[in-house]
């Protein structure tokens, strides 16, 4: 047998080679996912080719991909910013809820507000809610070094049953039959779509915010003592940067960005806050901002292909009634699959010598 | 002369094609909440979807586990575009997003199950479960010992409100002094969490489970402390033969055929269908053999009644638990207020915040 | 409240904690020897299965019960494969191992809703279940809560007292100098990798087989996650995993037996104190406490150069 022996590269992979281990990556999962498919008494060719027709085969799939895609490239991109100083942030998904809760706050509030007014109240306080609930852990770790990691998942608990008691609660529609909805939004409330389409104008904010987050790590001051404390804190702290005062900005900045997904979410696609607007677009963005190594247009890239995926899975179980957990199988082979892939960016295999 | 043949020709070809559309072939869509395999409520409408896919030149497929949010509006005009000919969606939360979708697809006939919005093309339809609840109360009112009944609820939202008043009126009739206590859950399929509410109401005193979950949870806990339970769903007998005594129950099969052949015929129409035990949506599983004959028979001419038309079960008075009359004497609550319901009645003890 | 429901609390409060507590304990193994492995819900759910389906045809809880842990091994080992063999990052790893693990039992198990297997029953212990008070809490349980009793403090007496444990806190504190002094740190990540998924495993069987003898979809519920986060207030100690999950359990039995008692409290504020007790007791101890005990290496791979 060969045996390999794993040697690191002088030059990490150039795009070429990258783009091909990433290819190989998901032409693995897919080889799998098709065997379990045949197991499962489906042509596997064709759930492959229906998977992908579903998810950027026509103008509708394609729209329907990207739609998906916006809130959870927000959390990514919030949770990215946290990751970049090692703050290992998992809340989006309770910063994400506050954010709903904050837009649908003044959504509520002030309905008869013009819309030039009313959106930016809107988005600043779903950014402030959310920016708080990031703010908390953020805190509690500073001061009483609590470990993020638990207070920011069981925030999320906490932030998704506020959100129960709002809507089951207070903020109930009088006219919902006392269902857990608040009222419609007024017309001024509501995010527009981009002409004809399906996508929403939460779309440019996505690039908007995207750009912006790239440039502040790339030419701020600030930008760029976070990513040098996160390499290494004990450098930083003995360099002299406010190790503290970071922690608690991008905590803050990345709860701000989870809140505008929430407001996004709420305004142009519910366009009223319920229970069911939270579907763990916080996590997956754990796993987005990852596979993109936290750079904004990697992150656009991922958020929109694991959204395809989802979208594309919906076809798989309408056209071949494929279970819907199929869908788990399919995005946890390709995860794994990429990241294992990841191994040849620095390192290479090498035969080893007797 | 001519012209008379083209148009006979075209007439002809027209009654061919109407009579073709009478037994037109038929794509049928669903879209549940929960995976089918939740051995529940949307168990029970693939049970129907079984059912109408074994008739002729119909077609059937579905969608599990789709969130209430957009992704249900996404489902729907997927299915839409595909040319489905009918689409049943199963939870509340999807009636905006089907509202929505049925407009942009006019042609499309869209049956949302549970809410109370309809347009032309989109009619809404929900099963009188409560008159089941009503007669499982009465077999629990009967069976009870420390007059306490418990009561594992799922969300606190009209249907599952309803069905608590109307299982604690069916309690009364047969036992004025007997309450009914209530604990949420919020969950419709964690089993280990939902036995765990019921042990919490076995702990103050209850000796009858009921529960408007999808497992069976509670059943294992009244089987396993030795006291009686009231099912949900279909029969759950199984999972507890010493302490099932029956169930309300679900059956989706003759309604769904229903729609089916009406839009097929072409005499669907846009309402909102609330069909009950006398269609056979709703009914009660066999008694275990615990229940006894008198209990049964007593049960059995109320569901005579129901059927009939003549028993409606919210007939007031009816107090709430403030012992405010809420359902005046005499009075027959309409269709809205019971869909509206967000109040309990007398004698249940626990919140609907 | 009277005595009795206090006693039928506490009771319920280990049962709960129950698979929590197997679950923690087997994550603090994993992070012991440096990996983070947030696949619990995962692993968990596919030994729920296993344990489910094997007691089913074979008709023997105890086989069940002991495929569920290998059954959960076998699902770590996809992390191990791709944090230990292929350098790959462990957070999304692991959050993958629980997306593929969930996605596979509700794949496979659909086909089991609605069947029911032999499980365990509650036993017993002759002379301590008459024990006043304890007696009740603890003793009148199934065989697999005795289990769990053993398990913390054999784990404790490992990393305390034996080499291997030794060894595998090195790999999980000072890999270099453990590397340097000579030991097989990828070996004990394996081990630690694999005997963690085992208890996980346990954990899922304890649902299937215990708490409920049936299967449905999303069986665990989340219940890893919770484990996840207890690992970390349990400072990576096993005694305070009990308390953790224990707590954690407790405060969910309690709950809704305030609400049997005819609280007035909104349900959703009541579900609520789980979680934000946790938090609370979180932070009076770190407050008390200062540092944390966090393996030095968790989460960071080995440098795979040889």
């Given amino acids: ?354 | 002369m001519r012209v008379w043949k083209a148009l006979l020709a075209v007439l002809l070809i027209g009654a061919v094609n109407t009579a073709y559309g009478a037994d037109k072939e038929m794509k049928v869509g669903f879209v549940y909440v929960s995976p089918i395999g939740d051995a529940g409520y949307s168990y029970s409408h693939d049970k129907g979807r079984q059912a109408i896919e074994a008739l002729p030149g119909v077609t059937t497929s579905y969608v599990e586990a789709v969130p209430e949010g957009p992704d249900s509006e996404r489902v729907m005009q997927n299915m839409a575009r595909k040319e489905f000919d009918i689409i049943f969606a199963t939870s509340f939360g999807y009636m905006d997003p089907m509202l929505k979708v049925a407009k942009q697809f006019p042609k499309t006939v869209f049956m949302h199950c549970s809410g109370f919005k309809t347009a032309e093309n989109m009619g809404n339809y929900f099963g009188r479960m409560y008159q089941a609840r009503y007669l499982s109360g009465m077999v629990a009112g009967a069976m009870t010992k420390g007059n306490v009944l418990g009561y594992v609820a799922a969300f606190p939202i009209p249907e599952v409100i309803r069905g608590i008043n109307a299982f604690t009126l069916g309690v009364k009739s047969v036992n004025p002094n007997a309450t009914v206590r209530v604990v949420w859950t919020k969950t419709w399929y964690d089993p280990a969490t939902e036995k765990e509410a019921a042990k919490s109401l076995l702990d103050v005193g209850a000796d009858v489970i009921a529960q408007h979950q999808d497992s069976p949870g509670p059943q294992e806990a009244a089987q396993e402390k030795g006291v009686y339970s009231i099912g949900y769903n279909s029969d759950m007998a199984t999972f507890a033969p010493k302490a099932h005594l029956t169930a309300p129950v679900w059956n989706w099969a003759p309604y769904y055929t229903k729609v089916v052949e009406d839009v097929r015929k072409g005499t669907w129409k846009s309402e909102a269908a609330w069909p009950g035990m006398a269609d056979g949506v709703v009914d009660l599983a066999p008694f275990g053999p615990m229940v006894p004959k008198d209990v049964q028979d007593k049960v059995n001419a109320e569901k005579a009644k129901i059927v009939a038309g003549t028993q409606k079960i919210f007939v007031g008075p009816i107090k709430d638990q403030n012992g405010e009359v809420k359902i005046a004497d005499g009075v027959v609550a309409t269709d809205p207020e019971l869909l509206g319901m967000t109040w309990f009645v007398e004698g249940v003890v626990g919140t609907t915040k | 409240m009277t005595f009795e429901i206090i006693i039928a609390l506490l009771a319920a409060t280990v049962q709960s904690g129950t698979p929590i507590l197997y679950a923690t304990l087997g994550e603090i193994f994993t992070e012991k020897s440096g990996v983070l492995n947030l696949g619990v819900e995962g692993a968990m759910i596919i030994g729920a299965l296993t344990a489910f389906i094997v007691a089913r045809f074979t008709g023997n809880p105890v086989l069940g019960f002991l495929a569920a842990g290998l059954a959960g091994s076998l699902a770590t080992a996809i992390h191990g494969v791709v944090c230990l063999g292929f350098q790959g990052n462990q957070v999304v790893s692991g959050l993958a191992l629980t997306i593929l693990g969930v996605g596979l039992a509700n794949y496979i198990g659909t086909g089991y809703v609605g069947m029911s297997a032999p499980g365990f029953q509650p036993l017993a212990i002759p002379g301590l279940a008459d024990i006043p008070v304890m007696g009740p809490i603890f003793f009148q349980h199934d065989p697999l809560v005795y289990v769990s009793y053993l398990i913390a403090p054999l784990l404790w007496l490992f990393f305390a007292r034996t080499r291997f444990g030794l060894g595998l806190r090195a790999a999980g504190e000072y890999p270099a100098a453990a590397i340097a002094a000579g030991l097989n740190v990828a070996a004990y990540r394996w081990l630690g990798i694999m005997v963690g998924g085992f208890f996980m495993g346990l954990g899922g069987a304890y649902l299937s087989l215990a708490y409920t003898h049936l299967w449905t979809t999303n069986l665990t519920a989340g219940r890893g996650w919770i484990a996840v986060a207890l690992v970390i207030f349990a400072f990576w100690r096993p005694g305070r995993a009990v308390f953790g999950a224990y707590l954690f359990g407790g405060i969910m039995a309690l709950q809704l037996r305030l609400q049997a008692s005819g609280t007035q409290l909104p349900s959703s504020i009541l579900l609520m104190l789980p979680y934000v007790l946790t938090v609370l007791v979180l932070v009076l101890s770190s407050w008390r406490k200062g540092t944390s005990e966090q393996p030095g290496a968790l989460g960071v791979n080995i440098e795979p150069v040889d």
């Fill in chain 1, 1 to 354: 047998m060969l045996r390999m022996r794993i040697t690191k590269r002088q030059e990490p992979l150039g795009i070429g080679g990258s783009c091909f281990v990433l290819l190989t990556a998901l032409s693995l999962s897919l080889l799998v996912s098709a065997v379990l498919l045949y197991l499962g008494g489906t042509s596997p060719i064709r759930g492959i080719s229906v998977l992908f027709q579903g998810a950027f085969g026509s103008r509708y799939a394609l729209e329907d991909s990207i739609l998906k895609a916006i809130p959870i490239f927000l959390c990514a991109l919030g949770v990215a910013v946290a990751f970049r100083l090692k703050i290992w942030n998992i809340g989006a998904e309770g910063q994400f809820a506050l954010g709903a809760i904050g837009a649908t706050w003044i959504a509520l509030s002030f309905p008869a507000w013009p819309k030039f007014i009313l959106l930016p109240a809107m988005i600043g306080m779903a950014m402030a809610a959310g920016g708080l609930w990031g703010l908390i852990p953020a805190l509690l770790r500073q001061k009483l070094r609590t470990n993020e990691i638990i207070v920011t998942l069981m925030m999320n608990y906490i932030a998704i049953l506020f959100l129960d008691f709002l809507v089951y609660g207070v903020w109930k529609d009088p006219t919902s039959f006392g269902f857990p909805m608040t009222p419609g939004f007024s017309e001024q409330a509501i995010v527009g779509k981009i002409g004809a389409t399906a996508v929403n104008w939460g779309l440019v904010h996505c690039l908007v915010l995207g750009t912006l987050v790239f440039f502040f790590f790339r030419f701020t001051r600030i930008g760029f003592e976070i990513k040098a404390s996160g390499d290494n804190v004990r450098a930083a702290r003995y360099a002299g940067l406010p190790y503290d005062r970071l922690v608690m900005l991008v905590m803050v900045m990345s709860g701000a960005l989870a809140g505008w997904a929430g407001f996004l979410e709420a305004s142009a696609t519910v366009n009223r806050l319920q229970p069911s607007i939270m579907v763990g677009y916080g996590y997956t963005a754990i796993v987005v901002a990852w596979l993109a190594r936290l750079h904004p247009l990697s992150i656009g890239i991922a958020a929109v292909l694991l959204a395809g995926l989802r979208v594309g899975v919906e076809s798989l179980q309408l056209d071949l009634q494929v279970p819907a957990a199929f869908g788990g199988i399919i995005e946890g082979l390709i995860l794994l699959t990429v990241l294992a892939g990841g191994l040849f960016t620095h390192y290479r295999l090498v035969p080893r010598k007797h």
